[in-house]
């Protein structure tokens, strides 16, 4: 089963290229580009996947300020995902969420998002026996 829109996620978000004094302030929306798809099982370890095979977003917006996450995912359908949480540390975002069933997914999984302050995106999806890290980059709109 294909977690597709577990990558929503992702994602979405960077504090991209912000000036140091502006770190506590973030930006209302950022946008992130995925780079690096791999697929962890239990049975076959860790692999790189193609974006086609994950069909991840080519493009994930977040909007900071609504907690919500807006993507078009690879095969070209759409995407939208809720973000339970938000933690802003010194150098980096920390997001997070739970869905739990979707025609996609289920058995529903669960995300988890970093962006640090220099834009460098890190995402983990987990449903049931897999798990998807997204690496990638991230800018402030």
């Known amino acids: 089963m294909k977690y597709s829109s577990i990558f929503a996620a ?11 004094s502006a770190a ?7 946008i992130c580009a995925p780079s690096e798809i791999n697929m962890c099982t239990i049975a076959d370890g860790c692999n790189e996947v193609s974006p086609a095979e994950a069909n991840t977003p080519t493009f994930i ?11 078009r995912r690879y095969d070209g359908s759409y995407g939208f995902q809720s973000i339970d949480g ?8 920390l997001l997070h969420g739970v869905v739990e069933s979707t025609e996609r997914s289920p058995d529903g999984y669960a995300w988890s998002l970093s962006v640090t302050h220099n834009g460098r ?7 049931v026996e897999k798990v998807y890290t997204v690496l990638g980059s991230c800018e402030a709109l």
Do not use: W
Not at 10 to 20: D, K, N, R
Not at 24 to 30: G, I, N, Q, S, V
Not at 121 to 127: D, E, I, N, P, Y
């Open 24 to 30: 506590d302030k973030l930006p209302k929306e950022l």
């Open 86 to 93: 938000q933690k802003k540390l010194d150098k980096q975002l």
């Open 61 to 71: 917006k977040l909007d900071l300020d609504d907690k919500k996450i807006a993507f």
């Open 121 to 127: 995106m890190a995402l983990s999806v987990s449903g």
């Open 10 to 20: 992702a994602i979405a978000l960077a504090i991209g290229a912000m000036p140091a």
